[in-house]
Each structure stands twice: as structure tokens, then as C-alpha cells.
């Protein structure tokens, strides 16, 4: 059983940046592939970005590449998504999940926080 608390989101004004940051209890976090999605208003939830259990591997949807970046400490079992170069489109909740297997498919996701209001300013 994981349990995951994200924070760190916030307001923000476009071409700014946020590090929002996902903590998970449980001892065998670092077995868990960790995944970042979000939610706009209207829209369905989409993938974002994701991250090997031991982080050598990462994936990202195209529309965040170059400008956000996983990773996570599993010292400190948290995962972090920090996110540069924000755009007012990049305004929406953001969820962490956690799955034994890496993967763009929230359905396959075992486990979700409650997901923190990311709000991109034009």
C-alpha cells in the first residue's frame, strides 16, 4: 500500500517556474515507477511525465519536453516535477501516481494523491 501527498503547487506567472513535489509513505516506494499527470478543467487526464523506480529512466509527453523535469529521491520517498518555462495552458491539477511498471496509462496507476492546482498567469 502507497499513500501520496503532493505539494507545492501554486500561482505563477507565465515563463516562471514551480517544483511541485509528491511524498509517498510506505517502505517499498523505491519499488514503485512514479508518474506525473494533470487535469484541466473540461479535459480528460493526461500524462505528463514518468520515472523509473530507480530513476534511471524517464519519459515526458512531447508538450513538456525541455521544460519540466522528474525526478526523485527514494531516501526521501518523494518524487519531484519541476517545471520551467510555464505556460498559461500548463494550468490544471496535477496528480502523482505510483505503479510497479513505468507507463503513460493512468488507468494502469495503482495509486494517486489527491493532486495539487498548478495556475499559469498570462
Known amino acids: 500500500q502507497v499513500q501520496l501527498v503532493e505539494s507545492g503547487g501554486g500561482l505563477v506567472q507565465a515563463g516562471g517556474s514551480l517544483r511541485i513535489s509528491c511524498a509517498a509513505s510506505?517502505?517499498?516506494?523505491?519499488?514503485?515507477?512514479m508518474g506525473w499527470f494533470r487535469q484541466a478543467p473540461g479535459k480528460e487526464r493526461e500524462f505528463v511525465a514518468a520515472?523509473?523506480?530507480?530513476?534511471?529512466?524517464?519519459n515526458y509527453a512531447d508538450f513538456v519536453k525541455g521544460r519540466f523535469t522528474i525526478s526523485r529521491d527514494n531516501a526521501k520517498n518523494t518524487v519531484y516535477l519541476q517545471m520551467n518555462n510555464l505556460k498559461p495552458e500548463d494550468t490544471a491539477v496535477y496528480y502523482c501516481?505510483?505503479?510497479?511498471?513505468?507507463?503513460?496509462?493512468?488507468?494502469?496507476?495503482?495509486?494517486w494523491g489527491q493532486g495539487t492546482q498548478v495556475t499559469v498567469s498570462s
Open positions: 510506505g517502505r517499498t516506494f523505491s519499488r514503485y515507477a
Open positions: 501516481a505510483a505503479d510497479q511498471l513505468m507507463t503513460v496509462y493512468a488507468t494502469r496507476y495503482d495509486y
Open positions: 520515472i523509473m523506480w530507480n530513476g534511471e529512466i524517464t
